[in-house]
């Protein structure tokens, strides 16, 4: 099967947002792939590096939040 990938990426730049911590920093389990191009989009601060943790930039905090609302909130007229 075949999968969109920029569903894929907003899919993990919500779960980053809804998981992140000390004003944006978030544990980075997922596919170095996405968390490439989620860089590349200046959502994340660069991923290559030993830390295991990753800086949400405001943008993709920003961005984050408005997906993690449409896709996870428990209040129906949040759901887009």
């Known amino acids: ?9 907003d899919a993990v730049l919500a779960l980053l ?5 000390d004003g944006g ?5 997922f596919d170095f792939d ?3 191009r ?3 989009q ?4 660069n991923p290559a590096n030993k830390n295991k943790s990753v800086w949400l ?7 984050g939040r408005k997906i993690a609302d449409r896709l996870f ?8």
């Not at 920093?25 to 389990?29: I, L, N, P």
């Not at 930039?57 to 961005?63: D, I, S």
């Open 57 to 63: 930039t405001p943008q993709g905090l920003e961005r």
């Open 17 to 21: 947002t809804v998981f992140s911590f």
């Open 73 to 80: 909130s428990s209040d129906p007229g949040n759901a887009g």
């Open 34 to 36: 996405v968390m490439d």
């Open 42 to 45: 200046d959502f994340i601060e």
């Open 25 to 29: 920093r978030a544990w980075k389990g």
């Open 38 to 40: 989620l860089h590349a």
């Open 1 to 9: 099967m075949t999968y969109d990938e920029s569903k894929i990426e």
